[in-house]
């Protein structure tokens, strides 16, 4: 059987190609996010979930940094590497906590949701934001950091909560043990 390898994990040709329509999934879901620039929502990480717990954190990265770079095009977005760099660190959060565990408790996934609320939407990309808008004002600063810290609390339980039972499900487990 044919596999892919260069310095990551293996794949089998039908890894290779779920891990192609996860990709496309991704960037098809990315293309629903709402709000603005500095307060988007969005559903991305059920996928990034599911590929940190199937294909693991090197894969994971290496994806994140393919479909934000994708995305950015897609969306007519001028690009931004910060924003790579937190898909990157994102995947290798998820990747490090979710890959070859058989089901993920329900602690596991509220700390694991949480390093990734504050590491990287709050810090990294409030950062980005800043380095973005050019903004230099401390009280700006601080009021757009509150309403992304606001905003991360009311979505805390709600990834939470998804990730669990997407995860978590028996069939979609069993659709990736015949892969």
């Not at 192609?20 to 990315?30: D, K, R």
């Not at 898909?87 to 998820?94: D, K, N």
């Not at 009021?143 to 609390?153: A, F, H, P, T």
Request: aromatic fraction near 12%.
């Amino acid at each position: 059987m044919k596999t892919l390898e260069y310095g990551l994990p293996r794949l089998r040709t039908k890894q290779l190609a779920m891990l192609g329509i996860l990709i496309a999934l991704q960037l098809v879901i990315s293309r629903f996010s709402l709000g603005t620039a500095t307060l988007k929502v969005g559903f991305t990480f059920l996928i990034v979930g599911m590929i940190a717990k199937w294909y693991g954190p090197a894969w994971g990265m290496l994806v994140a940094i393919f479909t934000d770079v994708i995305s950015s095009l897609l969306n007519g977005y001028g690009y931004f590497w910060g924003f790579t760099l937190s898909a990157v660190l994102a995947a290798a959060i998820y990747g490090f906590s979710f890959y070859k565990q058989q089901t993920l408790s329900w602690l596991r996934i509220i700390i694991t949701v949480s390093i990734v609320l504050v590491v990287v939407n709050v810090l990294c990309n409030t950062l980005w934001v800043v380095i973005i808008g050019n903004i230099h004002n401390n009280e700006t600063i601080m009021s757009l950091l509150w309403v992304r810290v606001i905003k991360q609390l009311v979505f805390l339980p709600i990834q939470s909560i998804l990730l669990y039972f997407l995860l978590n499900n028996q069939t979609i487990e069993q659709l990736h043990q015949k892969i």
